[in-house]
């Protein structure tokens, strides 16, 4: 053990090295903000792709907290705009990218054990492809899509969608036993995916959605037949454009609708329809909210939300041992009775709204903890429906008994955090106990 948290306090290291020299070359050869960061976050990306052949998962797991505390200190003050960090956050827009990519990393490496192409691919594209993609789109791009911090080319996105398929169909074919026929589809529906999701992704979440969600779609469908895999390709093409025609209908923006859709369908095929019940019950309550919210777009803070809340507790039920989907079904009760009271906020309905909103999804949740049980295979010491709704009331009144002066920006995650706060340690408890 010694040896690995020797090779990881080098690894930290080495990514420390990275980013001095590039910020060194940079400074010399004049090397502008977004080159910078790409180059870093090419060497990260091949950095990753090494530690499976130098570390184990303790060693690793060492190696992700060092990282995260490296990461941290890069963000400081002086150190994010003049210093090393430079190279990282000198390019003005809000992202969190550094740590979701992080993130990614560690869930694959932890969940991809025994299985080399499920942690190479995702990495491998999100290295690759994006750094193509933004040389492309950079220096080519015409014909520009998207707002705000997620302004695309077709250039570039074309260019994303190759590299993908190329990088897809290498490892595919010389890192699995898949047929032939298997992978070209199979590479075409993971480059067609990673495609759309990284153009519509914002605030550098495609580091997290990006590779999660290959990661699923190889678990998912990496035996299936060419025609299934046809199947599936064209049924998803087909459901992104309904959404895209008729989100106008229905109040929402095209981008949050289609963005909305993918994210429910994965965490679907990720918990199990059984276990998706409460978030996409939470995902109505959201509609709600939108209302409510006065600058941002409530549906991408849910899904969002969604996301990292289902990676959190995948990656903690993956480190201790124990399926933590239970917990996860039990967050969204508590985000979802949140998100009403939210919606409500200005209402005389805020309280008894919430109160009724906590009901349902508390009933809704006690009609599902038997197959829930049955899905997790073990039963908790502490009754579920009693931890759910102990957490679900206190996230509940930490929105009620919040000042309506207060600012209303990213409720969903804001619930989301204070029921993790809570149900966590309780979880912790359980597996060590």
């Not at 993609?133 to 080519?140: D, E």
């Not at 041992?321 to 009271?341: L, M």
């Amino acid at each position: 053990m010694t040896a690995q948290v020797l090779i990881a306090v080098a690894s930290v290291v080495a990514l420390f090295a990275l980013a001095t020299g590039i910020r060194r070359i940079a400074g010399r050869f004049v090397i502008g903000a977004e080159s910078q960061r790409k180059a870093v976050h090419v060497g990260v990306g091949i950095h990753a792709m090494l530690l499976p052949l130098l570390l184990n998962r303790e060693g690793f797991l060492v190696f992700a907290g060092l990282a995260a505390a490296a990461l941290f200190v890069l963000r400081m003050p002086g150190v994010a705009t003049d210093g090393i960090g430079a190279s990282l956050h000198s390019v003005q827009r809000r992202s969190w990218g550094d740590f979701l990519f992080l993130v990614a990393v560690t869930l694959l490496f932890v969940l991809s054990a025994g299985h080399p192409a499920l942690y190479t691919l995702p990495i491998a594209v999100l290295t690759l492809s994006d750094a193509a993609a933004a040389l492309v789109g950079t220096r080519y791009g015409q014909l520009r899509f998207g707002g705000d911090d997620r302004i695309k080319s077709v250039e570039g996105s074309a260019t994303f969608l190759v590299v993908t398929w190329i990088v897809a169909v290498i490892i595919l074919q010389l890192g699995t036993e898949i047929p032939r026929a298997n992978v070209i589809w199979l590479a075409t529906l993971v480059a067609l995916f990673a495609t759309y999701v990284e153009a519509d992704s914002w605030r550098g979440l495609d580091n997290l959605f990006v590779p999660v969600g290959i990661f699923v779609l190889l678990v998912t469908w990496s035996d299936s037949s060419p025609v299934i895999l046809a199947v599936i390709t064209l049924v998803w093409l087909s459901l992104l454009v309904a959404a895209q025609v008729y989100a106008p209908r229905i109040g929402m923006t095209a981008h949050a609708a289609r963005t909305a859709l993918v994210a429910l369908i994965l965490s679907t095929i990720a918990a199990s329809p059984i276990n998706s019940v409460l978030p996409v019950m939470a995902f109505f309550a959201a509609m709600m909210a939108r209302s409510a919210v006065e600058d941002t777009e409530p549906v991408l803070d849910f899904v969002a939300t969604l996301v990292l809340t289902g990676v959190i507790w995948l990656l903690t039920g993956n480190v201790f041992g124990d399926n933590a989907v239970a917990y996860y079904s039990a967050t969204f009760a508590a985000v979802g009775s949140g998100y009403v009271a939210f919606a409500l906020r200005r209402t005389r309905l805020r309280v008894p709204g919430g109160a009724a909103a906590a009901a349902l999804f508390l009933f809704v949740y006690w009609l599902l903890l038997p197959h829930i049980i049955d899905f997790i295979g073990w039963t908790p010491e502490i009754p579920l429906l009693l931890v759910a709704g102990a957490v679900t009331i206190v996230t509940l009144l930490s929105e009620v008994l919040r000042p309506k002066s207060w600012g209303n920006r990213n409720p969903g995650l804001r619930l989301a955090i204070t029921a993790l706060a809570m149900l966590m340690p309780v979880y912790v408890y359980e597996v060590l106990s």
